[in-house]
């Protein structure tokens, strides 16, 4: 990979409180399905990833096409470093018969002052419930200085535990939300 693939992100997450969130009913967003694969050097994580994008306006629901990437991220917290490239459909499939604990999503882009909120409000049986809001900053200055929304919940930004890589893992939303540590 050239180095024009990669970038820095500065980015903070939060658990949602769903009762307190904005109406989400005409929002435009995309399905997720992530899966990771154990990176050459036995300690990075590689991401496959297909999104489809929705419309959805006045119960019309509009399939705008999908798009496939592989991404890995090397560090985890505030700031950190990420690859990622657009790839095919047939190199997407090629790998998603040895993906680990697929996870199925949708991602949200809500406006919030200067800045968007993607929210991820994760799908099926293990993390059916939990939603995590994400904000990207340009300094670590301004991230330090930003007022999230009364509707977010506890900060999880320096949180392992709710890297993709781990919850592709075993841990159930239940687990996750009781502290309970399930690797």
Same mark, same amino acid.
């Given at each position: 990979?050239?180095?024009e693939h990669?970038?820095? #992100?500065?980015?903070?997450?939060? $658990? /949602?409180?769903p009762?307190?969130?904005?109406?989400?009913? +005409?929002?435009e967003?995309?399905?997720?399905?992530?899966?990771? $694969?154990?990176?050459?050097?036995? +300690?990075?994580?590689?991401?496959f990833?297909?999104?489809q994008?929705?419309?959805?306006t006045?119960?019309?629901? #509009?399939?705008? =096409?999908?798009?496939y990437?592989i991404s890995? *991220?090397? #560090?985890? =917290?505030? /700031?950190r470093?990420?690859?990622? /490239?657009?790839?095919?459909?047939?190199?997407?499939?090629?790998?998603?018969?040895?993906l680990q604990?697929?996870?199925q999503k *949708?991602?949200?882009?809500?406006p919030?002052?200067?800045?968007?909120?993607e929210?991820?409000?994760?799908? =099926?049986?293990?993390l059916?419930g939990l $939603?995590?809001? #994400? /904000? *990207?900053?340009a @300094? @670590? +200055?301004e991230?330090?200085?930003f007022?999230?929304?009364?509707?977010? =919940?506890?900060?999880?930004?320096?949180?392992?535990l709710?890297?993709?890589?781990?919850?592709?893992g075993t841990? @159930?939303? @239940?687990e996750l939300?009781?502290g309970?540590t399930?690797?």
């Amino acid at each position: 990979m050239s180095n024009e693939h990669l970038k820095t #992100e500065i980015e903070r997450k939060f $658990i /949602v409180m769903p009762p307190a969130m904005p109406s989400l009913a +005409e929002t435009e967003y995309i399905n997720c399905r992530s899966g990771f $694969i154990q990176g050459i050097d036995g +300690e990075n994580i590689i991401r496959f990833r297909e999104e489809q994008r929705i419309r959805n306006t006045a119960g019309n629901v #509009e399939h705008l =096409g999908k798009r496939y990437f592989i991404s890995a *991220k090397f #560090e985890d =917290g505030l /700031v950190r470093t990420k690859m990622e /490239v657009e790839i095919d459909e047939a190199t997407f499939k090629l790998h998603c018969n040895s993906l680990q604990s697929a996870l199925q999503k *949708k991602r949200y882009w809500l406006p919030y002052g200067d800045k968007t909120i993607e929210l991820d409000v994760f799908e =099926g049986n293990r993390l059916n419930g939990l $939603i995590i809001a #994400e /904000v *990207k900053f340009a @300094t @670590t +200055e301004e991230a330090a200085n930003f007022a999230p929304p009364i509707w977010f =919940g506890k900060e999880v930004t320096e949180d392992v535990l709710y890297t993709g890589r781990m919850l592709s893992g075993t841990q @159930t939303f @239940t687990e996750l939300a009781s502290g309970a540590t399930v690797l």
